[in-house]
C-alpha cells in the first residue's frame, strides 16, 4: 500500500514509534492525563482514538471508486491528516505514556492501510467486473473467415492407394503421357487387331506416327522392368490415362494407379495378400474381399477383386446390381511375353501386376456418382474436402 | 450375353437354385452382372380355347373362349387367331407381370370378361399384336405360369475377351458349369461333309485367308409351320427376335452352339458367289436398311450384281430370306477374326454374328453347325437336301502344349500334384498326358483361348478354385529411388493449400483455340479427337483454370483461389517433353462476404503467396521482373526468376482475354515450371543463430517512380553486404510532401555481424555509405 503521499516506508521507518504507546491508552479515557496533551494539540473535533478510528474506517468503505478513496487516503493517513499529527505529537507526551501511546496509533495506522488495501481490492475486482460486462460480445456472431485450402477428391484417393502400397515396400516410377505404341501394347502382349484394343479406344497423335496417348499406366512396367531386369521390382505408378470416352461413368481423362512384382518364386499367393492388405488399408479392415478369373491381355492368370458393397453391406442394390459385389480392380501374374519383353526370364521369374481406376476408388470412398464431376473443378463440391 | 436357366438345365440336368447357379458361373470367371425373371408375377391365365369369332367393329374381335369352367367371352385386337387356337386367358383378376390386374370392360356394348394375352404381356416375347397360341396339347384350364415354367430365370453374363471366344453360346456356358458340377460335357459331332452334290451355286473363295473354310448347304420349304414356341422363347431370353422359321433356326444353332449362319434366298443369288475382298468404294445395302461404303479390307459375299453380304457382320436386303423363300443356300464359314473386328467396329455393325466371329472360332465349329441343322429343320418346316459344299480344309487340331506342373505350384503358390492337374483339366475337356511334372495338353476345339502354359495355369486355377488361393506377403525387393517430382508436386500442392487454395484437376485434353489465345499454341493435337474442345494436349495449366473460374463465376461462386499440378507437353525436335506445371489462379474476395471489410485480392495477393510457397519450398532468391506475356495484362505482370532460371510468370488476365472467357473480375493467375523448381531446389542446411546483438535502422529514401523497388534492394544489399541481417519495405508513398514523379520508400534495415557487436558508429558509417550510393545511381536523397 505505498503511492499514498507522505507515507513512503522510509518516512514511517524514521517515525518514533515507541513512545506513542501509553500516551494513545491515556486517550481511552476522557479524565486520562492524554486528554489535556491532545486537546493542547488542538484536536477539537476527536473524543479520542477510537473515534479516529470508527470515522476513518467509516471514510474508507464509503470510498465508491478509487478516486474517493485515495483521497480518504490523504484525509487521515496523509501527512496532514490527524493520524500523522497525533505521531507527530507523541514527543510532547508524557514520558510515560508514549511507549503506550505510540503502539496504539502505530496498530491503528497499520490497521487503516490495510482497510485501503482491502477496501482498493474491492473496487479494483468490481471495477473489472464493470468493464468486463460492458466488454461482453456476442458470441455467436461469425468468426472472421479466412480462405481455406483443400485437396481435390481424386488426390485424397490417390494419396491413399500410394500410403497403402508405399507400406508395403512398393516405390513410385512414373512414365510419358505420350507413349510408344509398342509399349502400350505390343509389349504388353496385345497386339494388332487383338480384341483387347477395342476395350481401349485409342487417341493417336497427330503427325506423330507409332505414338497415342497411353490408355492405361501398364506401360511403365514395361519401362520399370526394362531398368531393373535382372534384379527384382516392386513398383506402382499412378497417372492420367486416356480413352475415347465420354459418358456419366468414362470420362476420357481419368487416372490410373498399377502395382508390379517381379522375382524369383513371386506366385498368386503373394498377390492375394497384397491385394487383400491394400483393400482393408483403402477400405477397412472389415472389408470383404472377393477374387474372380478374369482376363487382361499382359497377366495369365488373372483375376478381377471385388470387394462387398460398400453401400448395401452386401444385401444388393442399384449400385451392386444385386450382386452385393463391387468391382475394384483387376491383377494377375504377368504374362510370359511381357515378362521377356521387360527382359526377364518366365522360367525363372515370375510376377504380379494389379491397377486400379483412381476416380472409382474416389467415387466410391465420397459417393460422387458422376465421374464428370471430378474434372469440373467447380468449388461447391471441392469445399466440401 | 444371355442364357436362360432352363436352357443349361435342359443340356445338363437338374441345377442347384439360380443364385447358387450365379456364383458359379461368376466364380469360373463368367461374371453374371445380372439375374432377370422373365414373366414374374403372372398369376391367374389358364390355358383356353377359340370357339367362335365375331366382328365388333373392323379392327376388334369378339371371341367366344372354351375354358375348364365353361365358356367365356373377350375381346380382343389381335387378328392372328383361328378357331381351334389353344392361347392364355387371363380372367377377371388375373395379375400381370407388369403390375396390372385385369376386370371386366366394355367395347362397343361388347363386355370383354378380362383378355388374350400376347407373349409381350406374359414377359417372354417382344409380339404385342398377337395373342400367343400355345402348342395344341397345352391341357386346357391349366394355369399359364407353371404350364410355361414362369418365371424363367435369365442370367446376363459379360465375357471377357477370353471368354468371348469360346463361351459366346449356351454350350460354351454349359460346359463351364460342367466342370464345376462334374457333369458330362454337352457336344456335337462334326458332319463329315462329302464332296459336294449339288452344282449351283458355285462358290469361290478368293482369299484364303480372309476365309480358311466356307462350308454351306442348301434347304427347301417343306411345310408352312410357325418357330416352334420353345425355340421362339430361347431366341427371347437370349436377346434376340424372333423373326421367321429359317432365320430363327440359324440364330437358334448361333445361340446354341455359336457358330454364326447366314441365309440366302436362292432364287436371289445370281451366278456363281465368291467370297473376296471388297472393293474400295462398292457399297452394300445391309438387312437393317442402311447403304454403306465399304473398304478393301472387308470381306463380301458377292454373286455376279455385286455384294449379297458383309461377311461376317450382316446380310444385304438383297438376297434376304422373305415369305416367299421356298430354298435357300446356307453358309457356315469362318472367317478372318481380325478383319470382321475392323469391319465390325468402323461401320459400328456389332451384330450377334459379328461378335462371335470377331473373337474367332473353332475350326470345325461350321461341319458341327451343319450337323445340328439337319436334326433341327424339320422342326420349323424346312428340310436340309442331301450334299453339301466346302471349300477350303478344317485346320488340324494345334500341337499339345508342354506344361510343367511344378511351374504351375509356383505360379499359383498351391502344392498341387502332376495327378491333381491332370484330374482338373479333365473336368474342362482337356486331355493330358503326363510323364512326372511334365504334361502335354491338348484343349478341346472349342478353347482356342489356351494356347500357352499359362493359360493351362488359369485352367487349373479355376478348376480347384480361386478361393482356395493362399496369401503370404511377397518376400522385399531392393529399394529403388523414385522420381523427385513427384513429392515435389505433392508439396507445392501441399503448400498452396495451406495458403487457402483449393486443388484443382482438369482435363488435360483442350480445346486449341483457347491455347491460342492464350499465346501457349497447342503442340501436341489429337489425330482423332472427340471433339474439339478436347483436340490437342495442353502446353499450359492456364486453360484448365480460367474455364474453371469461367464456371464458377457463372455458377454464383465469387471467391476463388484454385491450384493445379500437372503435365504440360511441348514438342522438341526428337518426340514429346512432358514437364510437370504449378498453376494458380485468383479471383474475387480472398474470403467469402462477412461482416468484416471485404478483401478483393490483387496482383500482390498472388505475389505474396508464390513468395510465401517458394520460400516454403527452399527456393531462395527469387526475383521478379517485368515480364511480356501477351496473355496477362502488360503493367501487371511479372517473370519469376530463381538463381538464373525461369520459373514462370505471374500476373492479371489480359482485359480481352478476360472478356472473351467470360470472366468480368480482375483474375489474378501464376504458372511455374516444377521441373525447374527442382533444378533450383536448395539443401537443407542449418545456419547458425546470431550470436551479437542486431541494430535496426528506418530509412525513407525518395526516388524518381520510374525506378524499381528491386534496383534499390540491389544497392542495398550490395553496399551492407554482410553486415545486413534482413530487409524489408514497409512503405511506399507518394503524395505531398514528397514531390510529383518521386516515391519515397520506407526500409527497415536489421544490421547486424557475425563475429562483433556493432557499434552506432558502424551502423551510422555504413548507412551513409548507403545514402551516398543511392543518390549516385538514382539521385536519391534521405525523406
Ligand atoms: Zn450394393
Not at chain 2, 180 to 202: G, Y
Not at chain 2, 481 to 505: H, I, K
Request: aromatic share 6%.
Amino acid at each position: 500500500m505505498n503511492g499514498a503521499p507522505g507515507c513512503s516506508p522510509g518516512e514511517r521507518g524514521a517515525l518514533p514509534k515507541r513512545r506513542w504507546y501509553r500516551g494513545v491508552f491515556a486517550t481511552s479515557s476522557p479524565m486520562g492525563a492524554g486528554s489535556s496533551f491532545l486537546l493542547r494539540k488542538g484536536w477539537v473535533a476527536v473524543k479520542d482514538v477510537e473515534a479516529l478510528r470508527s470515522e476513518a474506517l467509516a471514510g474508507i468503505a464509503a470510498a465508491l471508486d478509487e478516486a474517493t478513496l485515495e483521497r480518504a487516503r490523504v484525509e487521515w493517513l496523509g501527512r496532514k491528516g490527524p493520524l500523522m499529527d497525533a505521531l507527530r505529537g507523541i514527543k510532547d507526551a508524557p514520558a510515560a505514556e508514549r511507549r503506550d501511546l505510540g503502539l496504539a496509533l502505530n496498530r491503528l495506522r497499520d490497521e487503516l492501510e490495510a482497510a485501503m488495501a482491502a477496501r482498493q481490492a474491492e473496487l479494483r475486482e468490481t471495477a473489472l467486473a464493470v468493464r468486463m460486462q460492458a466488454e461482453t460480445l456476442d458470441v455467436t456472431l461469425p468468426g472472421r473467415p479466412r480462405a481455406l485450402g483443400g485437396p481435390h477428391p481424386l488426390q485424397l484417393a490417390e494419396d491413399a492407394l500410394v500410403r497403402a502400397l508405399r507400406q508395403l515396400g512398393f516405390r513410385l516410377a512414373e512414365g510419358p503421357e505420350v507413349e510408344s505404341e509398342e509399349l502400350n501394347f505390343e509389349a504388353l502382349n496385345i497386339p494388332k487387331d487383338h480384341p483387347a484394343r477395342e476395350m481401349h479406344d485409342t487417341f493417336f497423335v497427330a503427325d506423330l506416327p507409332g505414338y497415342v496417348l497411353r490408355t492405361h499406366t501398364s506401360p511403365v512396367q514395361i519401362r520399370s522392368m526394362r531398368a531393373h531386369a535382372p534384379a527384382p521390382v516392386r513398383i506402382i505408378t499412378v497417372g492420367r490415362v486416356y480413352r475415347r470416352d465420354d459418358d456419366v461413368t468414362h470420362s476420357p481423362v481419368f487416372h490410373q494407379m498399377e502395382g508390379l512384382a517381379i522375382g524369383e518364386g513371386i506366385g498368386m499367393q503373394h498377390l492375394k495378400a497384397t491385394l487383400y492388405e491394400f483393400c482393408r488399408a483403402i477400405f477397412g479392415r472389415d472389408v470383404r474381399i472377393r477374387l474372380r478369373p478374369s482376363y487382361f491381355p499382359f497377366t495369365e492368370p488373372s483375376a478381377e477383386v471385388d470387394i462387398g458393397c460398400v453401400f448395401c453391406g452386401g444385401n444388393g442394390c442399384r449400385i451392386c446390381k444385386g450382386t452385393g459385389f463391387i468391382e475394384i480392380l483387376g491383377s494377375g501374374m504377368v504374362h510370359p511375353h511381357v515378362l521377356r519383353e521387360g527382359g526377364y526370364d518366365p522360367q525363372i521369374q515370375t510376377g504380379f501386376a494389379f491397377g486400379v481406376g483412381v476416380e472409382r476408388i474416389a467415387m466410391l470412398r465420397y459417393g460422387i456418382d458422376d465421374v464428370r464431376l471430378l474434372f469440373q473443378n467447380d468449388l461447391r463440391l471441392l469445399r466440401q474436402f | 450375353m444371355r442364357i436362360s436357366h432352363a436352357w443349361l438345365s435342359e443340356l445338363l440336368g437338374p441345377l442347384p437354385a439360380p443364385n447358387e447357379v450365379a456364383q458359379i458361373l461368376t466364380q469360373q470367371g463368367l461374371e453374371v452382372e445380372a439375374l432377370e425373371r422373365l414373366g414374374e408375377g403372372l398369376a391367374g391365365a389358364v390355358v383356353a380355347q377359340v370357339m367362335e369369332l365375331s366382328a365388333v367393329t373392323p379392327r376388334l374381335t369378339r371371341v367366344v373362349l372354351h375354358t375348364a369352367q365353361g365358356e367365356a367371352i373377350c375381346v380382343t385386337g389381335a387378328s392372328n387367331l383361328a378357331q381351334g387356337d389353344r392361347v392364355p386367358y387371363a380372367p377377371p383378376g388375373t395379375r400381370l407381370p407388369d403390375g396390372r390386374t385385369l376386370e371386366t370392360t366394355d367395347f362397343h356394348g361388347v363386355a370383354s370378361h378380362g383378355m388374350l394375352l400376347s407373349a409381350d404381356e406374359i414377359g417372354i416375347g417382344a409380339d404385342h399384336d398377337g395373342i400367343l397360341i400355345l402348342p395344341e396339347d397345352a391341357p386346357l384350364g391349366a394355369d399359364v405360369a407353371s404350364y410355361l415354367d414362369l418365371p424363367e430365370t435369365v442370367y446376363e453374363i459379360g465375357l471377357t475377351p477370353s471368354f468371348a471366344q469360346h463361351c459366346q453360346s449356351a454350350h460354351g456356358v454349359a460346359r463351364e458349369l460342367a466342370a464345376f458340377l462334374l457333369r458330362p460335357l454337352p457336344n456335337v459331332q462334326a458332319e463329315q461333309l462329302a464332296s459336294p452334290a449339288q452344282a449351283a451355286p458355285r462358290v469361290e473363295v478368293e482369299d484364303a485367308r480372309a476365309c480358311p473354310l466356307y462350308a454351306g448347304v442348301w434347304l427347301r420349304r417343306s411345310a408352312l409351320l410357325q418357330t416352334p414356341l420353345w425355340m421362339r422363347r430361347r431366341l427371347w431370353a437370349s436377346g434376340m427376335r424372333p423373326v421367321s422359321p429359317v432365320v430363327d433356326l440359324t440364330n437358334y444353332i448361333m445361340l446354341e452352339i455359336g457358330q454364326p449362319l447366314h441365309p440366302f434366298a436362292e432364287s436371289k443369288v445370281q451366278g456363281a458367289i465368291s467370297v473376296r475382298r471388297a472393293a474400295t468404294g462398292e457399297e452394300i445395302e445391309t438387312l437393317d436398311g442402311v447403304r454403306r461404303r465399304l473398304e478393301k479390307d472387308d470381306i463380301v459375299i458377292a454373286d455376279a450384281s455385286g455384294p449379297v453380304a458383309l461377311a461376317g457382320v450382316m446380310g444385304s436386303a438383297r438376297a434376304e430370306v422373305d415369305a416367299e423363300t421356298e430354298r435357300v443356300f446356307l453358309e457356315a464359314a469362318l472367317f478372318a477374326p481380325s478383319m470382321v473386328a475392323r469391319t465390325m467396329r468402323r461401320l459400328g455393325l456389332r451384330s450377334e454374328a459379328a461378335q462371335r466371329f470377331a473373337h474367332g472360332l473353332a475350326a470345325d465349329l461350321p461341319l458341327r453347325a451343319i450337323s445340328r441343322l439337319r436334326e433341327l429343320a424339320p422342326a420349323v418346316g424346312w428340310e436340309v437336301l442331301p450334299g453339301a459344299l466346302l471349300c477350303g480344309e478344317v485346320a488340324p487340331p494345334p500341337a499339345a502344349i508342354a506344361v510343367d506342373a511344378g511351374s504351375v505350384r509356383t505360379l499359383l503358390g498351391m502344392p498341387l500334384t502332376a495327378q491333381q492337374q491332370v484330374a482338373v483339366l479333365g473336368r474342362y475337356g482337356f486331355a493330358v498326358e503326363a510323364d512326372g511334372d511334365a504334361l502335354s495338353v491338348r484343349p478341346p476345339r472349342d478353347r482356342i483361348d489356351v494356347r500357352e502354359a499359362c493359360d493351362v495355369a488359369e485352367e487349373v486355377l479355376r478348376g480347384v478354385g480361386i478361393d482356395s488361393l493362399g496369401q503370404e506377403l511377397p518376400p522385399p525387393a531392393p529399394a529403388v529411388d523414385e522420381p523427385p517430382l513427384y513429392d515435389l508436386r505433392r508439396d507445392a500442392l501441399q503448400v498452396f493449400m495451406a495458403l487457402g487454395y483449393r486443388a484443382a484437376v482438369s482435363y488435360s485434353l483442350v480445346d486449341p483455340s483457347l491455347l491460342a489465345m492464350l499465346g501457349q499454341p497447342a503442340e501436341v493435337e489429337i489425330a482423332n479427337a472427340l471433339s474439339v474442345d478436347l483436340g490437342a494436349l495442353r502446353t499450359t495449366l492456364r486453360a484448365g483454370l480460367l474455364q474453371a473460374v469461367a464456371r464458377n463465376l457463372a455458377r454464383g461462386v465469387g471467391e476463388i483461389a484454385l491450384v493445379e499440378a500437372g503435365r504440360v507437353f511441348h514438342r522438341s525436335r526428337t518426340g514429346i517433353l512432358e514437364d510437370e506445371s504449378l498453376a494458380f489462379i485468383l479471383c474475387g474476395d480472398r474470403a467469402p462476404i462477412s461482416r468484416f471489410p471485404r478483401q478483393p485480392v490483387d496482383f500482390f495477393d498472388l505475389k505474396g503467396d508464390l513468395e510465401a510457397g517458394l520460400a516454403a519450398l527452399r527456393i531462395s532468391d527469387v526475383t521478379f521482373r517485368p515480364g511480356t506475356d501477351t496473355a496477362l495484362h502488360p503493367g501487371r505482370q511479372a517473370e519469376v526468376w530463381a538463381d538464373e532460371r525461369r520459373l514462370g510468370a505471374i500476373g492479371e488476365v489480359h482485359p480481352k482475354i478476360a472478356e472473351q472467357l467470360g470472366i468480368e473480375v480482375r483474375t489474378l493467375i501464376g504458372e511455374i515450371s516444377l521441373g525447374a523448381v527442382l533444378a533450383a531446389h536448395g539443401d537443407l542446411v542449418a545456419r547458425p543463430l546470431p550470436r551479437y546483438p542486431a541494430l535496426l535502422r528506418d530509412v525513407a529514401v525518395v526516388v524518381d517512380d520510374a525506378v524499381p523497388y528491386t534496383a534499390v534492394r540491389q544497392e542495398v544489399r550490395e553496399v551492407l553486404g554482410g553486415l545486413l541481417a534482413a530487409d524489408a519495405l514497409f512503405d511506399v508513398f507518394a503524395g505531398t510532401p514528397v514531390p510529383p514523379g518521386k516515391k519515397s520508400l520506407a526500409l527497415r534495415l536489421t544490421l547486424q555481424s557475425p563475429d562483433r557487436t556493432l557499434t552506432e558508429a558502424d551502423a551510422e558509417e555504413a548507412l551513409s555509405r548507403l545514402l551516398r550510393r543511392l543518390a549516385d545511381r538514382f539521385g536519391a536523397h534521405l525523406r
